[in-house]
Nanobody
Framework: QVQLVESGGGLVQAGGSLRLSCAAS????TGWFRQAPGKEREFVAG????????TYADSVKGRFTISRDNAKNTVFLQMNSLKPEDTAVYSC??????????????????WGQGTQVTVSS
């Protein structure tokens, strides 16, 4: 069973920064997703098992950075220049099979509990 523990959410003013962490019980290709009230879950960023490949949603490109510390089985999402529209519950997810990154919900097998990010205007 894969265990995921997220941390780092909170309340920040527009233009501020937050860093989310996703600690896993092993090393996996990982994605971050978010879901705002009344909206569908959407892909934010993904990173391959090795960390050599990353991808981002257009809405966060240039502002968010996904990275990983393979020694600690932890993936980070650095979020800069935050906007009120970034407000959502952010969840990390991992692929138990396959090492390449993915952008679709159905490609991920295990999900974290989610952490709230609120950006005030």
């Amino acid at each position: 069973q894969v265990q995921l523990v997220e941390s780092g959410g909170g309340l920040v003013q527009a233009g501020g920064s937050l860093r989310l962490s996703c600690a896993a019980s092993g090393r996996y290709a990982t994605g971050w997703f978010r879901q705002a009230p009344g909206k569908e879950r959407e892909f934010v960023a993904g990173i391959s098992w090795s960390g050599s490949a990353t991808t981002y949603a257009d809405s966060v490109k240039g502002r968010f950075t996904i990275s990983r510390d393979n020694a600690k089985n932890t993936v980070f999402l650095q979020m800069n220049s935050l906007k009120p529209e970034d407000t959502a519950v952010y969840s990390c997810a991992v692929r138990s099979t396959g090492r390449s990154l993915a952008t679709r919900v159905e490609h991920y097998d295990y999900w974290g509990q989610g952490t709230q990010v609120t950006v005030s205007s």
